[in-house]
């Protein structure tokens, strides 16, 4: 490759990190901003709007059955004729007439609360179409902020690429390179350069659809996205007491609900043709001239009842009411999808939570190796110890892991944010409303009650009971079938590391502090009272099914790094400890990865020799308080740290 060429790959790269900071900078932005505009500014929600505006209107002339009809008749002609006494003249008349429904077989009644119902259909419908355009404008959110992540990836990957090419070329003009490493980076090097070109094609078109949703480009400087918080808790994570709650506050489904009951009202509105109608009618008038013609004002006035009855009209009243009940068939039709959609989102974007949030400790904790892999790899490299092909690979590897979780991060969001779209309160747990929307209590002829498990049974998976090899353990022994070279060890037998059943061991002196890469089990050692230089509780929150910890807890270490750095020949044991709150194997090794994140911190942070730290884990054996809920379960996730002579 020649050199203009590469200088033309670094002024792509360098024009697209630069580009942002060349232009005016925009103030940074939230999602609840800009999910607030979209909802009181999309076209789409505008429409169904005006579709509440008008139920509500509707109601308003169904009611006015109720009330009496006044009109007024006049007229004013001139006449010409060849006969009686006056041939040519002009006659004025007028009449004032009232009349007021005294019975319809109930079709004005029948009519106001078919049509209250039905505003409240296009009041849920209303509710569905802003929880759907604010978890579009959530996603496409975070797709910009995603791909814009993948593009700073892909740069950075192209830009060692470049660096790395620059050395192999300078080898080869002296002399004592290889023509086929510089093939070799070449055609790596384009390949980066294409992914550049793909991320950049991908962040304008997940930018293209933001304006779409909102109105306006995002900002440079976008707020981080967590709704971890609004989340059901561990226990109100399964799948009955999720679809439960979502009956009561998912729009679209209450939409379908409220529908059938409006279309009952159409069949007593239909059965009323069979009913006699009686007005009360009262009339008054007069005019210029009598039944004769003659120059003489006469009046009259009239009050009476009226009675009229159909008895037929061609088959009308019965193909009536037969659609009727076709309407409502079709209300039950849409309320069973409605019910199908839902319990499918939820079912599948609870499964993408629960795995996920599984994922993503393995998927940091292989990014930070291939990071480690890759420093190392380019030291190798430079001194001859690594050859290209390897150092090209953990380039590789560390870009397609880094990008792997990233693209994790997010999609764990994005599925919180569907599920709460799909129970209905995904504006609610953003803090954001539509102005000047009326409560269902104003609307609704009544409110509807019915039972979830006929409406919408929850239905799992043939998968839910068996999602997680990682969990699984056939024979409870503690040791997950994944590891159990016996899975069919005798209940409450004593088990190696292995599964298998072993006798009792002999008491082993105190063990060496470990490594913090190699979490030891809480069984693996005991303290002596006399080693102990002091112990402290760290103060770092995890959240439920992850060992996740961000560097913000580095303040929290402060008293241990104090304390190794005042004691030369003293070392650290981080204790990590689970909640009693799900699988006792599963939170054994949750607790060790925990312990082990605190570790890496630790050294991290400090630069603390990773001899003097050993991490253990606990599980649920010792909890602060002997209870599951969610109180106790905050408590008992915790980190302690001992100070030991070394």
Known sequence: MKKRQIFGLL???TFSLSAQESSPRMASASLEQYVSKSINSNPEIQASWRQLQIAMKDVD??????LPSIDVLASSAYTERNYGLDQDYAGHTAEIRLTQLLYDGFFTSSEVSRFKQAQVVRYYELMGEIEQKSLETALAY?????????????????????DVFKQIEESVIAGVGRRADLEQISGRLSLSESNVLTELSNLHDVTARFLRLVGEKPAEALAEVSLSEAMPTSVAMDLESILLAAYETNPSFNATIYNIDAQRFAIDSARSRYHPQVNLTASYGAQTRDEAALNNTISEASVGVNFSYNIYNGGADRAAIRQALSQVDLAKDLRDKACVDMRQTIQIARNDIQNISEQLPSLNAHRLSSDRVKSAYMDQFTIGERSLLDLLDSENEYYESSRAYVQATYTLEKARARLLAASGVLVKALGVSRNGVASVSELAEKELRYDPNHVCPATRTSLDDERNILKRDSDSDGIVDLWDDCVNSAPGAMVDDFGCEASAPEPEPEPEPQAMNTPASAADFT?????????????????????????EYTSSLAQVIDALKQYDNAGVIIHGHASLDGDAAYNQRLSERRASAVAALLIESADIDSRRITSVGYGETRPLIDEESLAANAKNRRIEATIIQL
């Open 527 to 551: 303290l002596d009272d006399a080693h102990v230089l002091a112990s402290f509780s760290i103060s770092i929150s995890f959240a439920s099914n992850s060992s996740k910890i961000s560097s």
């Open 61 to 66: 002339i169904a009611k006015s059955g109720y």
């Open 142 to 162: 975070m797709d910009v902020q995603l791909y814009r992540e993948l593009l700073s990836l892909a740069e950075k990957n192209l830009i060692t690429h470049v």
């Open 11 to 13: 002024g792509l790269v």
